[in-house]
């Protein structure tokens, strides 16, 4: 009969121990989950950013080109970086700077759009690296 108990006892333990291993493990796959879909969001808009910036010094395109028009990608990649671990969040406030200090010099200026698009570069180094390393 004690055998009985202890064997019951046993797996009481190991039934507790798999359910709390499993919330567990569901928590950490939603939290990689919602990170992967933010930074494929600021890839897409990173990417998009990049065309505004081309298409300011390459074509001297006032609708594609449009400074105000990338910063509505500013603006919305700023916002979900802020759901990256670091050094996302850094790397995009950078973006955000240099975007700021160069949107009006685009159409002109071969070093503004340099220095815009080597920071969208960084940027994504930064989001992929994120992404690459969840579990």
């Known amino acids: ?8 006892i046993f797996s009481l333990l190991i039934i507790f ?6 919330a567990w493990r569901s928590e950490i796959s939603e939290k ?4 992967r879909v933010a930074g494929i969001e600021i ?3 990173l990417g998009q950013l990049q065309i505004v910036v081309n298409y300011a010094y390459f074509q001297s395109d006032n609708m594609l080109g449009n400074p ?6 500013v603006a919305l990649v700023s916002d979900l970086s802020e759901l990256m671990p670091e050094p996302v969040p850094k790397t ?3 973006l955000v700077t240099v975007w700021g200090e160069e949107a009006n010099n685009l159409k002109t200026s071969e ?3 340099n220095r815009v698009s080597m920071q969208v570069d960084a940027s994504r180094e930064e989001v992929l690296k994120s992404i690459r390393s969840l579990q």
């Open 43 to 45: 890839l897409k808009n």
């Open 1 to 8: 009969m004690q055998l009985h108990n202890v064997i019951s």
């Open 17 to 22: 121990s798999a359910f709390v291993f499993t």
């Open 111 to 113: 070093e503004a759009a």
């Open 92 to 94: 995009i406030q950078k």
């Open 32 to 35: 990689n989950q919602n990170l």
């Open 68 to 73: 105000f028009l990338g910063w509505g990608y």
